[in-house]
């Protein structure tokens, strides 16, 4: 399935990476219900990279279990280029997240989320002070 691309919009463009289709399309429905961004959704780290090739978001939420690619080496990618250098990034996972792994992904992400403890309304609080209108 080819990756979604943003439109022409002047909303906040968020970009939810995650192998799960239900959860994606949760977050992206939990994203939308504000009309305040524009979110589009890649189901693999492939989808992701051929979604940021039209344009960079404003603000990625990665799964760390993707079925392609391990969501650690995405984001290493993610810092490594240009266009995505400094774009945010929520990593949300259900993936159980060691310390030492937390660490690495705290010094390379904005904030990391576990899909088990997640309170969608702290979430996307923390989504808004991120982009602010």
Not at 81 to 103: G, M, N, Y
Request: aromatic share 4%; net charge negative; no cysteine.
């Amino acid at each position: 399935m080819p990756a979604d691309t943003f439109g022409q919009s002047q909303r906040p463009r968020i970009l939810v990476i995650d192998d799960n289709a239900w959860d994606a399309r949760l977050m992206r429905r939990l994203l939308e219900a504000r009309q305040r961004f524009e979110v589009v959704e890649a189901h693999s780290g492939a989808e992701a990279l051929a979604a940021l090739e039209h344009a960079a978001p404003d603000l990625i939420v990665l799964d760390l279990l993707l079925p392609d690619t391990d969501g650690e080496h995405l984001l290493k990618t993610l810092r490594a280029r240009s266009a995505t250098r400094q774009v945010p990034v929520i990593v949300l996972s259900a993936k159980d997240i060691e310390p030492p792994l937390r660490a690495q992904l705290t010094m390379l992400a904005d904030s990391v989320w576990s899909k088990g403890m997640l309170d969608r309304s702290s979430l996307l609080a923390h989504i808004e002070t991120i982009l602010p209108e």
